[in-house]
């Protein structure tokens, strides 16, 4: 789906791209989802926020920084070869075998962690994008739909005016055609103002002031389902960005519980040393000599309950990122099938709108509004097909924008194009 194109252009931020014209001629979904992928700030800071996370493991694989020190006599320490001038010293830290490798490890983990985070929230924006997208899309064809039929509305009234004038209808029914022609307007009204918020909301996902300028955007193709819902479970349990999070964080628990298990294990410390001696007053061979020296240590893990306290904690962080990963799973599960049965229905009906009851109604408001012309029916019996088709209308208007906002869920669900999902298509 067009949708996609989010999750790709965010992938390349450094490539060039110009900032599309979004306020003149037809707005296309297409265009509004790489201008996000390359101005949102949300989606910026989740793509750095993965960028400064991808440079931990080397730091925490890496041995720590020697120490290098040095002692000067503030007077001389007499010793058997001389004066003790002054000492030079370097050490350094080794971790016990493998630490550093699990600590790189964990970091690993946590690093993919953010970088499923960046997926997520690419897919989250692209979702919202839609959803705003769609509902301008609405509000727009509402407002057209509404304008149409007050043009209906004010010829009828033209010819209840004339039907009264002669005799022939009720003061009532010109009454009443022009309470429904306020109503029109009014609804109208609604429709525009929520457009206005709309439109703020996609031009906030634009990075761009709520009344930056938007065109009127395209119409959504015609829905179609035709999805097999196994295989898109299957897929949401391969793909879901939140799903490859939660076992990456389980790995980088994994890691950490079997680095909490080897902190019984001592640390070496190794080191050299130099001492710089001054003349002596003997004649012995080490008189003034400097003096060199290897040194060897050790920590000592001691603490017992502190240690034991570390692996249970280690140990209880594995089995809580274990189980939410389960949980997300079985969420996963239900919302594919929610979202499923959801964009189904509105295919369904926009199918059945378009092919049997809009025509049925149309037909119904043409012949009644020609038998009201012609005396054959009354004013009640026209303005009842009037709203019929007005309401037909929009509810197909709002099944066609609700199937692309349920098919934009759905793909952040499974984490991957619905087309190109395998096994989708049936």
């Known amino acids: 789906m067009q949708f996609w194109l989010l999750v790709l252009l965010s992938a390349v931020p450094s490539a060039p791209a110009a900032a599309a014209d979004l306020s003149t001629g037809t707005l296309r ?14 989606l910026a800071a989740a793509r750095k926020a993965w960028e400064a996370a991808a440079q931990v ?7 720590d920084d020697p120490t290098a020190t040095y002692t000067g006599m ?3 320490l007499q010793t058997k070869a001389g004066p003790m001038k002054d000492q030079w010293s370097v050490s350094q830290r080794v971790p016990f075998w493998g630490k550093r490798a699990l600590r790189a490890e964990a970091a690993q983990g946590d690093a993919e962690v953010a970088r499923q985070a960046w997926r997520a929230k690419a897919l989250e924006l692209a979702a919202r994008t839609t959803s705003a997208f769609e509902d301008l899309y609405y509000l727009e064809r509402t407002d057209a739909i509404l304008a149409e039929q007050e043009s209906v509305l004010r010829r009828v009234a033209r010819v209840a005016d004339k039907k009264y004038a002669v005799g022939k209808e009720p003061q009532a029914a010109v009454f009443r055609a022009q309470v429904e022609l306020a109503k029109l307007e009014t609804d109208r009204v609604t429709a525009q103002e929520e457009a ?30 035709d999805w097999d819902d196994g295989a898109l479970t299957r897929e949401a349990l391969a793909s879901r960005p939140e799903l490859l999070a939660a076992r990456a964080l389980e790995g980088s628990r994994e890691a ?80 594919v099938e929610d979202l499923l049965v959801q964009a189904q229905t509105h295919a369904r009906l926009d199918a059945l709108y378009e092919d ?23 004013f009640l019996d026209l303005l009842d097909s009037e709203r019929a088709l007005l309401r037909f ?25 619905l087309d190109a999902a395998q096994g989708a298509k049936k």
């Open 29 to 42: 979904l297409a265009d509004v989802l790489a201008e996000v992928a390359r101005v949102n700030p949300e």
């Open 57 to 63: 493991p080397v730091q925490v694989g890496a041995f």
């Open 74 to 76: 503030i007077t001389d």
């Open 196 to 225: 206005v918020a709309a439109r703020a909301r996609l031009n906030a996902l634009l990075d761009r002031p709520a009344r930056a300028a938007l065109a009127s955007p395209e119409e959504p193709p015609v829905p179609k389902a």
């Open 256 to 335: 950490q519980r079997r680095l909490a298990l080897r902190r019984w294990f001592p640390d070496f410390t190794v080191g050299f040393g130099y001492t710089r001696i001054g003349g002596g007053t003997t004649n012995m061979p080490y008189d003034g000599q400097d003096a060199q020296g290897v040194t060897v240590g050790l920590n000592l893990p001691l603490w017992i309950g502190k240690n034991r306290a570390s692996v249970r904690e280690a140990r209880a962080r594995e089995g809580a990122a274990d189980l939410s990963e389960r949980a997300l799973a079985d969420r996963t599960r239900a919302q």
């Open 356 to 378: 049997e009851v809009l025509p049925q109604a149309r037909a119904a408001l043409d012949s009644t509004q020609s038998a009201y012309e012609a005396d054959a029916a009354g």
């Open 393 to 417: 209308e929009l509810e197909q208007a709002r099944h066609r924008a609700d199937f692309q906002i349920a098919r934009a869920e759905l793909e952040r669900v499974i984490g991957t194009p």
